[in-house]
């Protein structure tokens, strides 16, 4: 099966961590070094996600940002390999673009026949993953209309307009995405309370105080539930049904390849937060995307649900 795709403009985008085969081993090996001494310390969630970031930042992180098209943003169906055999053909290419001259303008016979061979074998790979990416995602949208139309159109080129970082705030036209984000979580939080204030100001319904959650919640009881305490074995089996695909500032495949080094400093953890009734305040992040409803318009109201 082969699919028509439309070109259209890809943005580059931009690269802050290398996640090749080589970092990840060493991501992990310095990852058991850092870790050895928290499984015998006291738990401490944030000393062992500390650890954790400075550790990928240390052994993935690009000391400067790479800027590239071909990524799995732009390219869902690109592969390390596929990324691998890309070098290698512009390796092969320059190699033979030296032995270029003016006495001999088509270079060596042997390089170009090299760079040539490479560069077809490679095309006729990259077609094959295109076509078995999508064709398997539209055998996963098998029976759901929308979803096959949508594969489609992302094949096709016709996608949805990306977010535009610019918003109308106090008749000023923002563009730092700091503001725009502070101002968007604002709106939305205040919505409930500005509906019942523009109620009693226009001599409506009033609204009453009500109580907080807490008075409509039962005595508390101490013994009221028992559970038992999570194992290493549990967590690992959590971490490896978890999709790839799903959202996540780390790479869910990365979290998997380092799981068995992880998983029983968690359990620690997270059986000392249990007993102490405590929930980490780094899991209470959480990130809100916008996702506009209307595509012209710059207001919060009008233009935008939070996601």
């Known amino acids: 099966k082969q699919w028509y795709q439309r070109r259209v403009a890809i943005t580059a985008g931009i690269q802050y961590y290398d996640y090749c085969n080589d970092n990840i081993k060493k991501f992990s090996s310095e990852l058991t070094k850092a870790t050895s001494c928290l499984e015998k310390s006291p738990p401490d969630f944030d000393t062992f996600l500390a650890t954790f970031n400075e550790t990928l930042d240390k052994t993935c992180k690009l000391k400067k940002p790479k800027t590239s098209k071909r990524n799995p943003v732009n390219n869902p169906w690109i592969t390390e390999g596929i990324i691998e055999a890309i070098k290698n053909k512009n390796e092969l290419y320059s190699k033979w673009n030296l032995t270029k001259s003016k006495k001999n303008p088509s270079g060596d016979k042997v390089a170009h026949e090299l760079y040539s061979n490479h560069r077809k074998c490679l095309k006729g790979i990259i077609k094959k993953a295109k076509s078995k990416f999508y064709c398997s995602k539209i055998e996963s949208c098998s029976g759901d209309m929308k979803k096959t139309w949508k594969v489609i159109n992302e094949v096709r080129g016709k996608c949805k307009t ?7 705030i106090d008749n000023k036209r923002i563009v730092e995405r700091r503001v725009i984000a502070h101002e968007f979580n604002k709106y939305f939080v205040s919505l409930a309370s500005n509906m019942n204030k523009s109620l009693e100001d226009n001599d409506g319904v009033p609204i009453l105080n009500t109580n907080t959650f807490t008075d409509f919640m039962p005595k508390r009881h101490m013994n009221s539930i028992f559970t038992s ?19 996540s500032d780390i790479p869910i495949n990365i979290i998997k390849k380092v799981s068995p080094i992880i998983c029983p400093i968690l359990e620690l953890n997270f059986n000392y937060l249990m007993k102490q009734g405590i929930f980490p305040d780094k899991l209470k992040i959480g990130k809100i995307s916008p996702i506009y409803k209307k595509e012209k318009s710059t207001d919060c109201d009008s233009a935008l649900i939070p996601l």
């Open 162 to 168: 990306s977010i535009k970082p610019q918003f109308i």
């Open 229 to 247: 305490d999570c194992s290493t074995d549990e967590i690992y089996t959590i971490i490896k049904e978890l999709q790839n695909g799903k959202a």
